[in-house]
């Protein structure tokens, strides 16, 4: 119950945000990778090419703005065989830049506040996750990603709570 009503209060919460950030988080990876597919093969507009990465990637949406600009710096610098390559190079590289991003953004207070009651409802589904750790990984995502896993960390059976939770990161 008590997990309950701590993560309720964080849903509440979000909805005195303010929301419009500007550039978004799709425009900063989008320009990045374009910019970055400029430099390593001249003949790619970046122009036309972030539109249309930003139209074919909505799921970028749900990186924050944060995260997003380290992230992007990241992308931007890696190597024209990362770029370019194969599925397992592109994502050993953005790997590393992922990793390399989660450590430079300030945490936000709404990301300690998510964190404050997503891992005391971890713990109490007897997992440990410590607390700043929650704030590098989640800093990296948008205040609707933590929403829809706070939503689902409301659910009473463990198990189902982290069947949605998991279902919200498969689709990235």
Not at 26 to 46: F, K, M
Not at 49 to 60: N, V
Not at 115 to 129: H, N, Q, S, V
Request: hydrophobic share 40%; net charge negative.
């Amino acid at each position: 119950m008590r997990r309950a009503a701590v993560l309720w209060f964080v849903l509440a919460s979000w909805g005195c945000s303010s929301g419009d950030e500007s550039p978004s988080a799709s425009s900063l990876w989008c320009d990045a990778l374009c910019s970055a597919a400029h430099r390593c093969d001249g003949t790619v507009d970046a122009f036309s090419c972030s539109s249309r990465c930003q139209r074919e990637r909505p799921q970028l949406a749900d990186i924050s703005v944060e995260g997003a600009g380290p992230l992007a710096a990241c992308i931007e610098a890696m190597k024209c065989s990362d770029v370019f390559g194969d599925d397992e190079q592109w994502r050993a590289a953005y790997g590393a830049c992922w990793d390399q991003a989660k450590s430079v953004p300030d945490v936000t207070p709404n990301v300690r506040v998510f964190c404050k009651a997503y891992t005391l409802a971890e713990f109490d589904c007897g997992y440990w996750y410590a607390t700043d750790v929650c704030e590098r990984d989640f800093g990296m995502w948008s205040d609707g990603l933590r929403s829809r896993v706070a939503a689902c960390a409301l659910n009473p059976a463990c198990s189902e709570a982290e069947a949605c939770i998991s279902a919200i990161f498969e689709s990235r």
